[in-house]
């Protein structure tokens, strides 16, 4: 997979901090390989607001933050920040909190997924060459005697491990569709009255996420068939996420967006 000839390369999904990926070849990166940054792992997501993840990742995710589904193909995504450009899990050092849930989408990085001439059957790994932990003087070489690394075999299971979910959360998708079970949610988190004898709800944004009412009125031969193909916990997964903004608005006054206050959320991406 690691040296396909190449014909028009087409990475696959959202590119976000990726910068220039280009095919794994051992004529082109052969010197080439990682060298960790464990002091700053993760800068490179400092700017990313949302996260995509896949539905074998809401059980972990919904755990820490709010999950949305994001843009007219609802991609299932994690919101690690309220402000535009702003993740406010990284912080300035580039680390995300112990305890936190790191996606797939960032634990793969330099690598990405790529089809050649649109051919889905015809994966290839890319590696984003702008990435700071590529290096001519690496840890972990891409390629050993011209043949590709036991790291690098690593990252290309873990690449196509990471599309087989990915179609998985595309079909969950489609369900979801079928069922009519997409809405747009307000946010709400609670904040102290003007008088400061109580809370009242404010209104910080709204998203794009699975209905409990519409839920409620699904047959229960579909919630059945939810339950067995496995998409009912997904959705009670991403429902409970919802607990999570008003960690989020926590975090985000911990670490915010340089000259930003509290803003709305990623809304209806």
Sequence with gaps: MADTNTGTIETTGNLLFYKKPEPLNSDVHGNLGITADLKHPYTFAKNTQIVPITVAEFAAAALCYPIIFAGTDHTPAAVMGLQKDHNAYVDADGMIPDGMYVPGFLRRYPFVPATNNGDKDNLMVCIDRDATVVTDKPEQPFFVDG????????????????????????????????????????????????????????????????????????????????????????VYAQMISQANWQRLVSQEMKNPAPGDTIGAPAGKA
Excluded at 208 to 233: F, H, P, T, Y
């Design 147 to 234: 043949k590709p690394s036991d790291f690098t075999n690593r990252a290309i299971e873990f690449i196509q491990n990471y599309e087989i979910e990915t179609q998985g959360a595309r079909n969950f998708i489609k369900v979801m569709e079928d069922l009519d079970l997409f809405d747009t949610i307000d946010v709400n988190i609670p904040r102290a009255s003007e008088d400061g004898k109580s809370l009242v709800q404010q209104k910080i944004g709204e998203f794009v996420g699975l209905s409990q009412e519409k839920l409620n009125k699904l047959s229960a031969d579909k919630i059945v068939e939810l339950r067995d193909n496995g998409g009912l916990m997904a």
